[in-house]
């Protein structure tokens, strides 16, 4: 059973372009997590996504950044138009069931991308 | 103040040594996770607990609901163990809020 898959593991983009990152979570996952890790930063919640709905994504700045989970296909985060600030490593996150609660599963991370903005 | 706070920041030990990380948050929460984060960027979950302690191997995690705090501790240290510990708050709808880490080195 293969892990949480990220692609690319490093990015790179211009300013102003697009960064489209992906994410295959473990088999049998349906609940998909993003978070952001600044340079020299923690940990940073941005999305919890189930497949086809955003459960919840008070983490996402309201601009530029949009994030799905297709019923068929990988998670996608999408930042356009990006700037240097945007400059960080993203990690995926996946679960069989909401984590917490009586129903507990461990979120399962992936290896990250790192984008690098210049 | 942030929601979940660590101690210590960085921690230097000798292999062998006992070790202790503690984490305190001011937050309702309905887990408690412990992440390990490698040098080389990758995080690996190490525990979620919502009450009591659980033991894996020599690492070892408990949590006090009533005191709001968690520690995970190491025994018998080895310089494997190298790497930023991390601890993560679950809210409801299964946020994660995490700890700033802690930094721990075991020299040989």
């Known amino acids: 059973n293969a892990g949480v898959m990220q692609n690319p593991r490093h990015l790179v983009r211009r300013r102003g372009q697009e960064a489209r990152l992906r994410c295959s979570p473990m088999?049998?996952?349906?609940?998909v997590y993003w978070y952001r890790q600044l340079p020299e930063e923690g940990l940073k919640f941005m999305v919890y996504?189930?497949?086809?709905?955003?459960?919840?994504e008070s983490g996402m700045p309201k601009e530029r950044f949009s994030a799905e989970f297709p019923k068929e296909g990988p998670s996608i985060l999408r930042i356009q138009q990006v700037v240097r600030g945007d400059s960080a490593a993203y990690f995926c996150?996946?679960?069989?069931?909401?984590?917490?609660?009586?129903?507990?599963?461990?979120?399962?991370f992936g290896p990250g991308t790192r984008l690098t903005v210049l | 103040k942030n929601e979940v706070e660590q101690s210590p920041q960085n921690l230097t030990a000798q292999e062998g040594e006992f070790i202790t990380i503690n984490c305190s948050y001011s937050?309702?929460?309905?887990?408690l996770h412990w992440l390990q984060q490698h040098p080389g960027g990758g995080i690996v979950s190490l525990f979620m607990l919502s009450s009591g302690k659980k033991k894996h191997g020599r690492l070892i995690a408990t949590i006090n609901i009533q005191e709001k705090h968690s520690s995970l501790h190491i025994t018998a240290s080895h310089p494997r163990d190298s790497a930023v510990y991390i601890c993560?708050?679950?809210?409801?709808?299964?946020?994660?809020?995490f700890g700033e880490g802690t930094q721990l080195t075991v020299n040989p």
């Open positions: 996150a996946s679960s069989r069931r909401v984590s917490g609660g009586a129903g507990t599963d461990t979120q399962y």
């Open positions: 996504l189930q497949k086809e709905n955003i459960i919840d």
């Open positions: 993560a708050a679950e809210t409801s709808g299964s946020r994660l809020t």
């Open positions: 937050v309702g929460i309905s887990a």
């Open positions: 088999k049998g996952h349906s609940h």
